[in-house]
Structures are given as C-alpha cells and as structure tokens.
C-alpha cells in the first residue's frame, strides 16, 4: 500500500471519472468496516465517527491502486484521444454518411413512384367524371328553372285593407 492517496479531485483528474462515481466507489467501500478494500480509504472509522459526532467536515482521500483497480486501470492519459482513434471515427463517420445518402435516395425514388400514381389517378379520375358528366350535346344552361318569387302566407293573409286597419297599441289614446 505504498501508492499515494488522492482525494475525489485528484481521483477525477487521474481516472477521467466524474466526482459522484468517485464518490459512490467510496461509499460502496465505507458502508462496511469488513470490505477489503476499507484500509485503502481514509480517514478509518473511528476518524469519521469522531469528525461526525463534532459536527466537522472532512475529506476523503482513496489509495491510487484502488481507483485502478475499479475502473480497470483506466487513467485520464489512456483516455485521451490519439490520431488513429480520430481517424477510425472519421472513417466510421464516413460510412454512416454514405449509408444515410443511399438511404434518401431510395426514399426519393418512393416519393417519385408515389407522385407517379397520384398523377395516373387524377388522370383516372378525370376521365371518369367526363363519362359520368352530362351530355355534351346539352348545354347546362338548358337544364336551370326560372321559378318566381312567391308571398309568403303571412303576407298572403294580410290583405291592403287589413294592413290599413291595423292600429298601435296606444292609437285608440290619439283617437285614429
């Protein structure tokens, strides 16, 4: 156990993780005083009952082989991105261009079957109507009614000499 000890900012900086997995490993590890990796992670527990029981704030620091040991080694400066890895996603990036393009091609040429069959059947449908249409040696103009305006029965009933006799309510009042 001769490796350094690092706190959760020094642990994030060399493992490349975010502070709330570091902080979750820790967690994993104190909640029990029998795991085996508890030595590697201070303070001990009497520490952290004492820090506790005071009310104070303490941090928390975890040996260098155990951060390695639970994240498989994976270290910042292994994570970082060399010129083949950048190549190999250019490259990767590359065929799913080429797969998307043929994709809206194809789908192009379904758009242009589609818009085919639309014109073939407005085409249908116009020659349809031409048959099902009137006659062309009748002109429409023949077929339309002329019909007249009629009264209606409420001005039928009242005749000239009944609207002449109709007085207002207050006419008896004026004597008319």
Same mark, same amino acid.
């Given at each position: 156990?001769?490796?350094?000890?690092?706190?959760?900012?020094?642990?994030?900086?060399?493992?490349?993780?975010?502070?709330?997995?570091?902080?979750?490993?820790?967690?994993?590890?104190?909640?029990?005083?029998?795991?085996?990796?508890?030595?590697?992670?201070?303070?001990?527990?009497?520490?952290?009952?004492?820090?506790?029981?005071?009310?104070?704030?303490?941090?928390?620091?975890?040996?260098?082989?155990?951060?390695?040991?639970?994240?498989?080694?994976?270290?910042?400066?292994?994570?970082?991105?060399?010129? @083949? /890895? *950048?190549?190999?996603?250019? #490259?990767?990036?590359?065929?799913?261009? $080429?797969?998307?393009?043929?994709? =809206?091609?194809?789908?192009?040429?379904?758009?242009?079957?589609?818009?085919?069959?639309?014109?073939?059947?407005?085409?249908?449908?116009?020659?349809?109507?031409?048959?099902?249409?009137?006659?062309?040696?009748?002109?429409?103009?023949?077929?339309?009614?002329?019909?007249? @305006? /009629? *009264?209606?029965?409420?001005? #039928?009933?009242?005749?000239?000499?009944? $609207?002449?006799?109709?007085?207002? =309510?207050?006419?008896?009042?004026?004597?008319?």
């Amino acid at each position: 156990m001769d490796t350094p000890l690092f706190t959760i900012t020094e642990a994030m900086e060399k493992t490349g993780r975010s502070a709330s997995t570091i902080r979750r490993l820790i967690h994993t590890i104190t909640k029990k005083d029998t795991h085996p990796d508890r030595a590697a992670v201070s303070p001990d527990p009497k520490r952290v009952a004492a820090y506790k029981k005071k009310g104070e704030n303490f941090t928390w620091t975890i040996r260098g082989e155990v951060l390695m040991k639970h994240f498989d080694g994976a270290q910042k400066e292994g994570k970082k991105s060399s010129p @083949a /890895m *950048k190549g190999d996603i250019l #490259s990767i990036l590359q065929t799913e261009l $080429a797969l998307k393009n043929q994709q =809206i091609e194809k789908q192009w040429e379904v758009i242009h079957a589609l818009n085919d069959r639309l014109r073939e059947g407005n085409i249908l449908m116009g020659s349809l109507q031409k048959r099902l249409g009137p006659p062309s040696n009748e002109s429409p103009a023949d077929d339309v009614v002329e019909a007249s @305006a /009629m *009264k209606s029965s409420a001005e #039928s009933a009242m005749s000239p000499s009944a $609207a002449s006799r109709k007085r207002g =309510i207050f006419a008896w009042m004026r004597g008319k």
